[in-house]
């Protein structure tokens, strides 16, 4: 199934599998079966890695068409659940801030 252009892709449904993977429905009818351990295992962070805990991975829901954890703590872009290639998530986590000699391109102060 495709979506029809200008309509939005949303999770509206899912469920549990087995460890950290997730089957997930989405509004175009697609199900994806989308294994979070190399994403959650590969992060630097605790409040990350902490999704590891299988009961605690298992305390997501379903709002606003977005699957989250406690509050939005965790969620994913739609584009990376769809594909379920979450390493681009993962970057995110990489980046940093530009310094501020590198916004302005010839900003001296005199």
Same mark, same amino acid.
């Given at each position: 199934?495709s #979506? %029809?252009?200008?309509?939005?892709l +949303? *999770?509206t449904?899912?469920?549990w599998?087995?460890e +950290? ?5 989405f509004?175009? =009818?697609? #199900?994806? %079966? *989308?294994?979070?351990?190399p &994403?959650l295992a590969g992060s630097?962070h ?7 805990d *299988?009961?605690?991975?298992?305390g &997501?829901v379903? %709002?606003?068409?977005n #699957?989250?954890?406690n509050d939005y ?5 739609i584009?990376a #659940?769809? %594909? =379920?290639?979450?390493?681009?998530e +993962?970057?995110r986590?990489?980046m *940093?801030a530009? =310094?501020?000699?590198e916004?302005?391109?010839d900003?001296?102060v005199?």
């Amino acid at each position: 199934m495709s #979506l %029809s252009d200008g309509e939005e892709l +949303n *999770v509206t449904n899912a469920r549990w599998v087995s460890e +950290n993977t997730l089957e997930i429905e989405f509004s175009d =009818g697609c #199900l994806k %079966s *989308v294994d979070f351990k190399p &994403f959650l295992a590969g992060s630097d962070h605790a409040e990350i890695r902490k999704y590891l805990d *299988v009961e605690r991975f298992k305390g &997501f829901v379903i %709002s606003y068409g977005n #699957l989250v954890w406690n509050d939005y703590d965790l969620c994913f872009s739609i584009e990376a #659940l769809y %594909s =379920g290639d979450l390493r681009a998530e +993962n970057k995110r986590d990489e980046m *940093v801030a530009e =310094g501020p000699a590198e916004y302005g391109a010839d900003s001296t102060v005199d």
